[in-house]
């Protein structure tokens, strides 16, 4: 079965750690995204990457860090530099880089 | 950066209704995409679509680019249909990036 997995689908942090959501597809997507989805908002950019190696800033990049390793895989860590994670973060892939993009089911975050 | 406005930010439907989405858009893109976002905040893949008309069911959309705007109708609403309709645009200035409207929520009711 094609997709792209979220893991956790709730993740609780305290705050001051870092924490890493992950993201694995099996589509053969080239590209991958992550953004972040705060309440009654559209969803916002955060890092994409193109290829393995090789990953860009999108508009709202400080305090997140992400790896390429794999074509398959494109890890977030949140970390304590971000002032107000506390949101739903969605990850997605496309075939190329102005293909259609597919998205997974998303990681709640939040700072206790 | 480009804008994106959609409307109306809410409506409320009985079972059975059609209805018309709109999504505005400030520049020329090379890509739109609409979703559904259910309430488990699932984003459901509609239509990719960046000029043209498709018709999957009882969801079609057309997308005129050379007026920036697109139209998202939906016909004999079910209650399945409610949640929030996003409407995503790249522009041909920019590798990745999608800008999101904030959306129209759909509450269908019996």
């Known amino acids: 079965d094609g997709g792209i997995t979220q893991s956790p689908k709730y993740l609780f942090r305290k705050e001051g750690q870092n924490v890493t959501l992950s993201c694995e597809q099996n589509?053969?997507?080239?590209?991958m995204y992550w953004y972040r989805q705060d309440p009654g908002q559209g969803l916002r950019l955060i890092y994409y990457?193109?290829?393995?190696?090789?990953?860009q800033k999108g508009d709202i990049a400080e305090g997140y860090s992400v790896s390429r390793e794999k074509k398959e895989s494109f890890p977030l860590t949140v970390t304590s530099a971000q002032k107000n994670p506390t949101a739903f973060y969605l990850c997605?892939?496309?075939?190329?880089?102005?293909?259609?993009?597919?998205f997974g089911p998303g990681t709640r975050l939040t700072v206790l | 950066g480009i804008q994106v406005e959609q409307s109306p930010p809410d409506l409320i439907l009985q079972e059975g209704a059609n209805s018309t989405l709109r999504c505005n858009f400030s520049?020329?893109?090379?890509?739109l995409q609409w979703f559904h976002q259910n309430p488990w905040g699932q984003l459901i893949n509609l239509f990719y679509?960046?000029?043209g008309t498709k018709q999957n069911g009882r969801l079609s959309a057309t997308t005129v680019a050379t007026e920036r705007y697109s139209l998202l109708y939906i016909s004999s609403s079910q209650t399945t249909d409610s949640g929030v309709y996003f409407c995503?645009?790249?522009?041909?200035?920019?590798?990745?990036?999608?800008?999101f409207g904030t959306g129209t929520r759909l509450q269908v009711t019996l």
């Open positions: 997605a892939s496309s075939s190329v880089s102005v293909g259609e993009q597919f």
């Open positions: 589509l053969n997507h080239d590209a």
């Open positions: 995503a645009v790249r522009d041909t200035g920019t590798a990745s990036k999608l800008t």
């Open positions: 520049d020329s893109v090379n890509n």
């Open positions: 679509i960046p000029s």
């Open positions: 990457s193109q290829i393995v190696n090789d990953f």
